[in-house]
């Protein structure tokens, strides 16, 4: 019952901000819940809901990158970005501030991964900062990973002065 609360809260908030990608996941993550306490209340068997989300978390940000990066691949597929906006970027300030923001935040993301495969209990943490960001700050949601990417890097910074 604690989690179909928590989940509430979590929807209800999302649908106060208007974050319908937090809203969304929510419905979606509560329909999964409902089904598998249907199918363990009534002894179904075949349908397999707990392997099926286990499979989200495990996967889940892999197959979001996935999606995230054919977005991004689409303008070359349809020729409106080329070679000539490639080359304009290695020619000025912005763009290359861009590329290393680019691998900055990848590798930011790489290491937030693992921090959130590590202890998911930060996952929550990482979803309510992002929804007081969009709700009190006029923020975006960006998504846990690079949030967890911050997080991991913030972390080993305080570590090396806790450290000394």
Known sequence: MESFIFLGIILLVGAITNNKSIVWATIFVLILKSLFNI?????????????????????GISWGVLIITIAIL?????????????????????????IISGITVSILSSKGVGLLSGQPE?????VIGTIMGVVFFKGIAAGPVIASGITFCILKVMELFLRH
């Open 39 to 59: 199918t363990e209340y009534y002894k179904i068997k075949g349908i397999n809901i707990e392997g099926f989300m286990t499979q989200f978390r495990k996967e």
């Open 122 to 126: 930060i996952t929550v943490a990482l």
């Open 74 to 98: 689409i303008p070359i597929a349809t020729g409106e970005i080329g070679f000539s906006h490639l080359l304009s970027a290695f020619k000025s300030p912005v763009g290359w501030v861009a």
